[in-house]
Nanobody, 119 residues
């Protein structure tokens, strides 16, 4: 399976971006998916995850601002990011798990897309 992330860019604080993660080689509907991010000098962290049953969970730092959704018909997962803050600046990665729930480590990763939020 290949995951292709897109949608990153430069945005001012308070702005919005939508990241997309398109999959090929595997139907994603049965698997949990997630977005991670890694800021300079920091460890990669889980931002948001969605199960095959469409349950979601978020890092406390983004709850209420970010929304993860999946379009199974298009085999795409999105991360809608609103009210962006400079501390959201990071490389964002989409990832997929080998089962319906986001447990353990993801089994496959996309390439990162850079999000830069200016103050």
């Amino acid at each position: 399976v290949q995951l292709q992330a897109s949608g990153g860019g430069l945005v001012q604080a308070g702005g919005s971006l939508r990241l997309s993660c398109a999959a090929s080689g595997r139907t994603l509907s049965r698997y949990a998916m997630a977005w991670y991010r890694q800021a300079p000098g920091k460890q990669r962290e889980l931002v948001a995850a969605i199960t095959s049953g469409l349950s979601t969970n978020y890092a406390s730092s983004v709850k209420g601002r970010f929304t993860i959704v999946r379009d199974n018909a298009k085999n795409v997962v999105y991360l809608q990011m609103n009210s962006l803050k400079p501390e959201d600046t990071a490389v964002y990665y989409c990832a997929g798990y080998q089962n319906a729930l986001p447990t353990g480590q993801p089994g496959f990763w996309g390439q990162g897309t850079l999000v830069t939020v200016s103050s």
